[in-house]
């Protein structure tokens, strides 16, 4: 576990493989997680790869801030870390509010990105009305108003059982986010349209999704896949939302084909 300043804030990350001239890859979590929903993928890929995951501001260890967000402040975050570190052509793999933050990467820094996995993401996510009920509960009675919605669009049925201690503890790891940091983040998520930044991706793109997500239901991803020209499309069976953590194998290969498919490589 590592802290670094970028401009005013503090930054929670995890750096593996550096300066072993691997390729780089970054991951970025979803609203409301940290930077360990990426655990399993990080222990399977360590040994190929350069690995940055960093907590979003607001989230985890990272300093709070100033809430509300913009998208773009999530990704001059992300791009002072892939900056101090020297990486670069980084394949940067985003999750929900996290390719939002991909897409903003690669508008203001395109130099930094050699490829992009969105996963469980869109250029544009939800209605207004709809992050404004969601912030509004979460100030006026805290983020365990909303845990049991949230916990439905993260993890498919077979997953949210009682018995199952992963459950139980993402379940925890949503509960121990700050409150002004998560309403901020649904503040930034509101505000942002990349539809016009999807249009102009020059790299190559795979968009990933579980069957069963909630959140972003595969209809929502394929319309962010048929924006980007030449993105590959995949759905992931038996996975919801974060399918990093409920179908991690199945995440791998995925990602592992796109990559080894790369130009160069």
Request: proline content about 6%.
């Amino acid at each position: 576990m590592k802290f670094m300043r970028i401009g005013d804030l503090v930054l929670s990350h995890d750096v593996h493989g550096l300066g072993s001239g691997k390729p780089a890859l970054v991951f970025i979590n979803s609203l409301g997680t940290d930077r360990r929903i990426w655990d399993r993928v990080v222990a399977e890929l360590a040994g190929d790869f350069t690995i940055l995951t960093f907590d979003k501001r607001g989230h985890g260890l990272s300093d709070l801030g100033e809430p509300p967000y913009r998208i773009e402040d999530f990704s001059a975050d992300l791009a002072g870390l892939i900056d101090h570190y020297g990486l670069s052509n980084v394949i940067v793999c985003g999750l929900s509010v996290g390719g939002l933050i991909a897409l903003s990467l690669y508008d203001t820094r395109p130099d930094l990105v050699r490829a992009i996995v969105f996963a469980d993401t869109a250029h544009k996510i939800g209605t207004a009305e709809f992050w404004a009920a969601r912030i509004n509960a979460v100030r006026q009675n805290g983020i365990a108003s909303i845990l049991e919605p949230v916990m439905t669009r993260w993890f498919t049925a077979p997953y949210r059982v009682a018995d199952n201690a992963d459950y139980r503890g993402y379940c925890t790891m949503l509960l121990r986010q700050p409150p002004e940091g998560y309403a901020g983040t649904c503040a930034a998520i509101r505000d942002a349209d990349f539809t016009a930044v999807a249009r102009t991706i020059a790299v190559p793109a795979l968009c990933v999704v579980g069957e069963e997500d909630g959140s972003t239901p595969p209809d929502v991803v394929r319309s962010l896949a048929d924006l980007v020209p030449g993105a590959r499309f995949e759905i992931i069976p038996g996975a919801a939302h974060i399918p990093c953590v409920e179908t991690p194998e199945l995440f791998l290969a995925l990602l592992r084909g796109f990559v080894a498919d790369l130009p160069g490589d």
